[in-house]
């Protein structure tokens, strides 16, 4: 593991398929209704298992060696991906450290993919929050997906932004 910033509590590593299975089992409860909005009926780690399958890279945010977060970015076009990001409730109690990480792991994938686009809960407002926190640009108009309405949101680096 790395940490993503030299003093950060927060290191970035590979997850196992036991911390897939962990966070699965301790998600914090905004994700687990975000995936039930979208996905009604179906399990959370059934969901994320799809995502790390289709995903290019998948990381773990970890503290003091325990898995907090996963995080993946699945591909859309040529430098455009959508990321996804399910936490444990760990990851509320130290919102602001989570943040700072957030940001710093976003900028390294963007070297991948100048352009994330995602579409984010409505309700889920500590999501909403995060993708403001790490420069996403919301669109203002809601749209209904499954249960609930969701802001499509894009950030793009911004020597990219020149080249649409």
């Given at each position: 593991?790395?940490?993503?910033?030299?003093?950060?509590s927060i290191a970035l590593g590979v997850p196992t398929?036991?911390?897939?299975?962990?966070?699965?089992?301790?998600?914090?409860?905004?994700?687990?209704?975000d995936m039930e909005g979208l996905h009604p009926g179906?399990?959370?780690?059934?969901?994320?298992?799809?995502?790390?399958?289709?995903?290019?890279?998948?990381?773990?945010?970890?503290?003091?060696?325990?898995?907090?977060?996963?995080?993946?970015?699945?591909?859309?076009?040529?430098?455009?991906?959508?990321?996804?990001?399910?936490?444990?409730?760990?990851?509320?109690?130290?919102?602001?450290?989570?943040?700072?990480?957030?940001?710093?792991?976003?900028?390294?994938?963007?070297?991948?993919?100048?352009?994330?686009?995602?579409?984010?809960?409505?309700?889920?407002?500590?999501?909403?929050?995060?993708?403001?926190?790490?420069?996403?640009?919301?669109?203002?108009?809601?749209?209904?997906?499954?249960?609930?309405?969701?802001?499509?949101?894009?950030?793009?680096?911004?020597?990219?932004?020149?080249?649409?």
């Open positions: 593991m790395t940490r993503l910033k030299n003093n950060s398929l036991c911390d897939v299975e962990f966070v699965a089992s301790n998600l914090r409860e905004s994700d687990r209704k179906k399990p959370a780690r059934e969901i994320i298992v799809g995502d790390v399958e289709y995903s290019a890279f998948v990381y773990g945010l970890y503290r003091d060696g325990r898995i907090l977060a996963l995080f993946g970015v699945i591909p859309l076009a040529p430098g455009v991906g959508t990321p996804w990001l399910v936490g444990t409730g760990e990851v509320d109690e130290t919102p602001l450290s989570f943040a700072r990480a957030s940001h710093r792991l976003l900028s390294m994938l963007q070297r991948s993919f100048p352009v994330l686009d995602t579409w984010i809960c409505s309700r889920n407002s500590k999501s909403v929050r995060w993708h403001q926190w790490c420069g996403f640009e919301f669109e203002k108009e809601k749209v209904r997906m499954g249960r609930a309405d969701y802001f499509y949101a894009r950030r793009t680096v911004k020597e990219f932004r020149g080249g649409k």
